[in-house]
């Protein structure tokens, strides 16, 4: 499948706000790759891909985590987590991907993980500061961005995790080990 194939089939999975978001992300990550030494044409397949599953009805996300042996313990948490992982195994199972770090890079872009590699750093900060997000603390995390992909990360898991305080939701142990391990 050629690139604007891909994206056909990606837009056709959500509605056109979520695809300018997309678009945003993946925009974001060409220019981050560019600045952090990342390849921009991996950076954008994750970007292209991060999202494929996340309109997808809850029941057919729930089925392929179990039907795939996905982490069960994502069952346990806010269901905004469960479509990156599913996007991961769409990526592989029906667009082909077999790039293990581009895969990565769309199963970790929610939560983070300890050890993320360059490109999952990229990809999940795209996620947090393309030009369409508005938040509290984003124009922060672009500024950091700029010089510093650990600290603009660290900057968007604190939003994170501030935010899921605020409404009193559980954290993700990911996210958590994410933001730890980027401050060791």
């Not at 490109?119 to 369409?132: Q, S, W």
């Amino acid at each position: 499948m050629n690139r604007e194939q891909m994206i056909d089939k990606v837009k056709a999975e959500m509605p056109e706000r979520r695809w300018l978001h997309t678009q945003g992300v993946m925009e974001t990550s060409v220019i981050l790759a560019s600045r952090f030494g990342e390849d921009p044409v991996r950076a954008e397949l994750a970007a292209i891909l991060h999202d494929v599953a996340k309109y997808w009805k809850v029941e057919r996300m729930e089925q392929v985590i179990r039907d795939q042996a996905l982490p069960s313990i994502l069952l346990q948490y806010d269901k905004e987590l469960w479509h990156a992982p599913v996007g991961a195994w769409v990526a592989e199972h029906e667009y082909g991907v077999t790039d293990a770090e581009v895969l990565d890079a769309i199963r970790y872009h929610t939560s983070g993980r300890r050890g993320m590699s360059k490109l999952e750093k990229i990809v999940c900060l795209a996620d947090y500061m393309e030009p369409g997000r508005d938040f509290p603390g984003v124009s922060n995390i672009r500024e950091l961005s700029e010089q510093d992909l650990n600290q603009a990360l660290v900057a968007g898991f604190n939003s994170t995790i501030s935010f899921l305080l605020e409404k009193g939701k559980r954290i993700f142990p990911l996210t958590i080990e994410a933001r730890n391990g980027l401050l060791e």
